[in-house]
């Protein structure tokens, strides 16, 4: 049995990834991209640059896990404590991020069928709606320059 070299393994590795680099990069032009991949491909290239984020640490970790749960462009249904044990944040610090959030008309936040404008009122165990606008989410996150391949 013939054993491919590290040398050709590498060669393959890079190749696949270049393909998929240019597959991003073409669905990306095209307008193609969920814009929930779009906000994450956004975050991963300030990271590799060394850029800071735009957000606090709090919005950063909420946004994040709310691009995660997306895989349609629905609502989702959540509360402070399932938030506070999933991201390790304090409901305190929570509430003043869905805040800020709400506040840049990034989220919507909905309980008992009525849009909230702030967190102030809303229990920590009871579930909430959250929607989120990808379109704004990501106007207000500058996209950073092509990354060298």
């Known amino acids: ?16 990834i270049d393909m998929a680099r240019a597959r991003i990069a073409r669905e990306r032009a095209l307008g193609l991209l969920a814009p929930q991949v779009e906000f994450m491909l956004r975050r991963l290239e300030r990271q590799q640059r060394g ?14 896990h709310f691009a995660g749960l997306w895989s349609s462009p629905g609502p989702i249904y959540t509360s402070l404590r399932t ?3 999933k991201l390790d944040w304090g409901t305190d610090e929570l509430r003043a991020a869905l805040d800020h959030l709400v506040g840049r008309s990034e989220l919507r936040l909905y309980f008992a069928r009525q849009e909230l404008e702030d967190t102030r009122n809303l ?15 990501n106007e207000n996150r500058p996209r950073s320059a092509q990354l060298p391949g």
Do not use: Y
């Open 1 to 16: 049995m013939n054993l491919p070299t590290r040398e050709e393994c590498i060669a393959n590795a890079r190749r696949v």
């Open 51 to 64: 850029q800071p984020s735009t957000d606090g640490a709090a919005e950063e970790s909420l946004l994040l």
């Open 83 to 85: 938030l506070s044990q």
């Open 123 to 137: 229990p920590v165990r009871r579930n909430f709606e959250v929607v989120a606008d990808w379109q704004h989410i």
